[in-house]
């Protein structure tokens, strides 16, 4: 038997490609690179087993769905990958767009992420997006953080009902974002973004539907 140590190494040729699609949660920003979420994910998964290579990230702080749209036709001819997660809308959210708007260009992202898994479903996972309004940012922002609460909860109710219809993976998030978002261990510097130890969170709701999704 074979033991794979880690990625890169003597079974490239087999080793499964991962496509990360989305904003600041998926770049990490104001955490190193070894502490966003998808590479947390690849990490553990190759520690049970599961031979994915680190994410090629397609994400940039500010991103709204059809500004990650226009960045996935840029990066085109991007070809097939074998896992592909997808993390987007609260930028929309923050700008105030309408939830029906985000229903229809998030659902169009989500046809193109299946398309580019080989027309696979369930090699798809999405993560719902977390409740900025819990953090420290959220709170001196002077918003209403009960409205950004349920603008947020229409927006991923609208991403879950795309994943059902189309027979995606969801994993909801915000939860564990809104019952820890004001820890400081889990915000950033910035007193916005998830800290690494909140990626590590997140991480460990992906897992296993990931697992199951790649064995």
């Known amino acids: 038997m074979t033991t794979i140590s880690a990625p890169h190494t003597t079974a490239l040729t087999t080793e499964l490609r991962y496509l990360a699609l989305g904003d600041s949660y998926t770049i990490g920003e104001a955490v190193d690179e070894a502490g966003r979420w998808p590479m947390q994910l690849a990490r553990l998964l190759r520690q049970e087993g599961v031979l994915l290579g680190d994410p090629r990230i397609i994400a940039t702080t500010g991103w709204t769905t059809d500004e990650l749209d226009a960045a996935i036709t840029a990066a085109e001819p991007l070809g097939q990958h074998d896992f592909i997660s997808l993390l987007i809308g ?44 819990v953090t420290p940012f959220g709170a001196k922002s002077g918003r209403d953080v009960a409205q950004i609460a349920r603008e947020l909860d229409a927006y991923n109710l609208a991403a879950r009902e795309a994943c059902t219809q189309r027979g995606v993976a969801f994993v909801d998030i915000t939860p564990v974002s809104r019952a820890r978002g004001a820890e400081p261990a889990m915000v950033a510097d910035d007193g916005l973004h998830p800290s690494a130890a909140m990626y590590t969170e997140w991480t460990r709701l992906a897992f296993p539907i990931a697992h199951h999704l790649l064995t």
Do not use: K
């Open 90 to 133: 609260v930028n929309n959210q923050y700008r105030g767009r309408d939830v029906e708007e985000y229903r229809t260009q998030f659902a169009a992202l989500l046809w193109r992420a299946i398309g580019l898994a080989g027309n696979r479903p369930d090699r798809v996972l999405v993560l719902s997006i977390p409740d900025w309004g």
